[in-house]
């Protein structure tokens, strides 16, 4: 497919629930696992790059990641391109620039200055907003897909009763600067799900994961698209850090067991 060919079919991809991949390697056995499309999780992309999530990465080790993922896959692959690397809109444009080059045919671009706040100036994320539907225009993608990731729930910002009424605003405001759809991570009580998905003008993404309700309960209330973040890159690590303490301090490997085996596993990257 070409890209605007992947674009199109992401934008269609509706409702959509997506395992996020970090590596190559793990976008092949999500897309094998019957995955419609990859998105990418910039925590396990800084974990396996050696670095913390949070935007410390750089754009280039960002972009870089992302093109082996595009390259691994036939499916529509969108990034997590965390604040943009940079707060200006001309560094949004040209991290966009960069993924669209990339093979990237949708982005989640946040609206916090930094892990855990503040958030930026409206204002000033609707010209972020603006500056990356101009970039993926001149990139000769317009049909880029813009999540606009708005971080209110996720980090609290402001009181609790006022956090659902500033994150419409922000749908309203992302959405006519260019954005295509609204994610709030951070929030999983169905009741304000159910208020915001009827009066957002933007569909809703939500990030789901262990303690939230079932991907079912959000699509019933109308949600379009479910993620898990870093949940599965945290899986992942997680048995290997298990198997690792076994083995070393044990002698044994039980905690291998459930694991598909090397012929499997190594024909996903043969064909």
Do not use: C
């Not at 996020?20 to 696992?33: Q, R």
């Not at 999530?53 to 280039?60: E, I, M, P, S, Y």
């Not at 390259?71 to 604040?83: S, W």
């Amino acid at each position: 497919m070409t890209l605007q060919d992947k674009a199109s079919a992401l934008r269609a991809l509706d409702p959509l629930v997506l395992p996020n991949a970090w590596d190559a390697a793990s976008a092949v056995v999500i897309a094998e696992a019957g995955a419609p499309a990859i998105a990418t999780t910039s925590g396990g992309v800084a974990w396996s790059l050696g670095r913390p999530d949070g935007q410390a990465l750089t754009r280039a080790e960002m972009v870089e990641q992302v093109r082996r993922i595009v390259a691994a896959v036939d499916v529509p692959v969108t990034a997590d391109i965390e604040g943009g690397y940079g707060p200006r809109p001309d560094d949004v444009a040209k991290t966009i620039t960069a993924v669209v080059d990339a093979g990237a045919v949708g982005v989640n671009l946040e609206d916090s200055v930094a892990p855990g706040g503040p958030l930026f100036p409206t204002l000033d994320q609707v010209a972020r907003v603006a500056a990356a539907r101009s970039a993926a225009v001149e990139a000769g993608l317009p049909e880029l897909l813009i999540n606009a990731r708005t971080d209110v729930f996720l980090f609290g910002v402001g009181a609790p009763e006022g956090r659902l009424d500033e994150v419409l605003a922000h749908a309203s405001a992302y959405g006519e600067a260019g954005a295509d759809s609204l994610f709030v991570p951070g929030l999983v009580e169905l009741d304000v799900v159910a208020e915001l998905v009827r009066r957002s003008p933007l569909p809703v993404n939500l990030m789901a994961g262990p303690g939230a309700p079932k991907v079912a309960e959000f699509l019933a209330l109308g949600v379009r698209r479910v993620s898990v973040g870093t949940s599965v890159a945290q899986a992942a690590y997680s048995v290997a850090l298990r198997a690792a303490r076994e083995l070393l301090a044990h002698g044994t490997y039980t905690e291998l067991d459930d694991a598909a085996d090397f012929g499997t596993l190594n024909a996903y990257f043969s064909r």
